[in-house]
């Protein structure tokens, strides 16, 4: 499974991005997926999750009625839109794809700067 991530940027506050991952390679196998991000200085961190139907999601705290995401298994391709956006939300996003068996994959990742 190969994971390629797109829509980051550079945005003021209060605007929005939409991310998109676009996943190739053996996705009928794919289970979960999710968007994770990382700060400079800091760990890695879940910012939301998506059922492989697409009808279960988690978010984290600092993100819940802001971003959301979605997927269209047709298109092979997850998205995550973002709102109201801090600059706090600066980070490097991550898609990453857990397969039924177990495997984990990741993008690349893609630089999101939210200006003040």
């Known amino acids: 499974v190969q994971l390629v991530e797109s829509g980051g940027g550079l945005v003021q506050a209060g605007g929005s991005l939409r991310l998109s991952c676009a996943a190739s390679?053996?996705?009928?196998?794919?289970?979960?997926m999710g968007w994770y991000r990382q700060a400079p200085g800091k760990e890695r961190e879940l910012v939301a999750a998506?059922?492989?139907?697409?009808?279960?999601?988690n978010y984290a705290d600092a993100v819940k009625g802001r971003f959301t995401i979605s997927r269209d298994n047709a298109k092979n391709t997850m998205y995550l839109q973002m709102n109201s956006l801090k600059p706090e939300d600066t980070a490097v996003y991550y898609c990453?794809?857990?397969?039924?068996?177990?495997?984990?994959?990741w993008g690349q990742g893609t630089q999101v700067t939210v200006s003040s």
């Open positions: 990453n794809a857990v397969e039924s068996a177990g495997w984990v994959y």
């Open positions: 998506i059922a492989s139907g697409g009808g279960s999601t």
């Open positions: 390679g053996s996705t009928f196998s794919i289970n979960t």
